[in-house]
């Protein structure tokens, strides 16, 4: 309780906006100040340095020495001027998360002078500290891959992603060199890597098919490169700290393992969109703010469903480069959390009973001449080009669907997925009304169905007017598309929007599997077409519409517009044969299938030594989660629930003694007795049981038995303790309860 009079007085952070003259800077003026972005670079290098730069971007040139330390000494001087000491290769390991080693710019020069030694301290950076690092890779996950005699790792500059800054310790800054993370064998230890090749695998697809549709009109410029674009809608949660501070499951897990719903949760709907709170606000303003200056672009904020939940969305991105956004948005977010005093949870499921957190995908192409691949235009149905995409996107699906969902697998997505607030394990595509209607009336020859009550309008390409019939307000245009919340992979008017995936993960890996498949489907579609259309130097329309239709066909068992959460899904699913897996051995079992392990490799994205490696780190760490939370959850019951609940039941039992000798009426505390006595006995009965199931779990060797003992059995024994436990919470007196309740976690921000 004095923690929680403290949250409620406390005060609130007197954050600093930069200003101008005497009003806040505008966004526009402290966007991207600590990028190192292309327009800086040209303003700082000479012209041929730069200009081999960009040709290496575009993968047309290997960067020299003279080149690497050009630029080594620009970024450093640019650094130097705004404060930096240090530099570091940011790469991205298998752990969902982050991983940096500052060094100094520091070197020491030695000159004789007079027959003495000196030295002199200098500051700085060269090319080939900017090309390449050599962690110890021995500590990261492998997988087994490589063993800790051979466990050189190599680090390197990913010149796509532009070099930044971020604070360092007082007032200093600290260089950031985004990288790869790669074995001595040239293996890819990391995210993105994977990442990096998938890309490269999905554009040059695209492209081949690109090729044989031929220019869209005459003088239409021709497309020289496409890439995917990015936007990652990140939900969380925020709580006090002091609160957070005294919940050992919040600190050790990330998520809640005991506790009940207080009387008021999200029943109302009122969080959502809600009034941001002040606390919350300012700690959010201060995020963007920083973010702003690393040049993510931050566009939406606002509450979500549950209690004490939150969204950030940027504006999308080419997909490369919206991961590292993500995942630096993930880590300022912490950080300046902090600062207020609050914890940001990135668990899918931190609390129990209210909706969890996704992290909405919203994918698509792009072209280098500006075009989105997947605008359905005006007319979808004759939009031969956008349809092939639309049904090479529904092949990868209907073709590896079950490998889409390994990339989402996770010990705390799992509590999400199929909960009745996300998407359940079946991967599914919902196209909207409209776009449905197309697809069933290509493939029926028969003319589209008119929409809605207007015809197309000509404000808004690809909309249908809605009259409000009010006279005061315009008529809007309506999206052909209305949404789906339930879908785990939704079309939405011009993107796909990948929802099931987990908040907390890095996006790397799904979109990789994504990009793959995509790629993969692109192959068949590009053969289709290429024989369809013979020796014709483009494919005709006729060409088109009967390659789409095949694939329509080929691919209707994945398309669905119904309630992805209603049981009727789960039974039509299954008679369509679509898979549906419901936890993680099953999920990750799916990187071993031929069908997916042989696309992976066929297309170069990953090893069979690189894909293995992957399954074990997963089935691993799944089954490190779940034994970390069954082992802190018998130390929460053991040390701190039942000795309270010991307490409790002496203080009623000497009251009724008490009573009794006083001659009074002892009934009511020998009730109470009564009804908590045989819940704190079942409380130890589980926590023996899942004591003996731990025991046992230390003593499996194969990773895929352990995988699935941590599902069969800790989470089960765990589950079981824990609903004992909550009853307990409902009936002990409050100050005998040792942690903050739901309640409390909820409201005090
Ligand atoms: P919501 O799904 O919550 O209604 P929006 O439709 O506004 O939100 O967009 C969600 C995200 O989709 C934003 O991050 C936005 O930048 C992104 N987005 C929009 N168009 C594309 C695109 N062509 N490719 C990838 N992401 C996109
Ligand atoms: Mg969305």
Redesign the pocket.
Known sequence: STTIAETISREGRNVEYPQKNGRPQWISEIFGQNVFSLKEMSKRLPKPIYSTFLKQIRGNEIIDKTTADAIAHAVKVWAMERGATHFTHWFQPQTDSTAEKHDSFLTLKCTFRGGYEETTALDTFSGSQLLQSEPDASSFPSGGMRSTFEARGYTVWDTKSPMFLQEGPHGTSILYVPSVFISYNGEALDEKTVLLRSSEVLAKATMELLDMLGPKSEDEERVKHVH??????QEYFLIDRGLYSLRPDLKITGRTLLGGLPPRHQQLEDHYFGKIPTRILACMSECEMELYKLGV?V??RHNEVAPAQF?L?????EAMI?VDHNLITMDVLHRVAHRHKLKVLFHEKPFKGVNGSGK?C?????TDTGE?L??PTAHPETNYRFLLFLVSILKALADHGGLLRAGIASASNEHRLGAHEAPPGIISAFMGDHLDDVLNSIEEDRPLKVFGSSQFHSVRVGGTVLDLKVASLPNIARDLTD?NRTSPFAF????F?FRAVGSKQSVSFPMTLLNSAVASSLHSVTADLKKQKGDKKFASDDDMRAVIKKYIKETKKVRFEGDNYSDSWVQEAKKRGLPNIDNCPDAFAQLQEKRNSSMLHELGVFSESELHSRYHILMEKYAKDIQIEAETLRTMLVQHILPCAFNYRRELAEGANLLKTAGSDSTPELNALKEISPIVANIQTAVGKLEAALDEFIKIEDIAQLAKAAHDSLAVHMEEARSHADVLERLIANKHWPFPKYSELFLNI
């Open positions: 995917t674009t990015l936007g990652t809608e672009p566009k939406t969204e969305a940027p504006i999308f991105e919206a909405h919203n994918w698509s192409m792009s989105n997947l605008e949404r939405t008017g011009n993107k929007e």
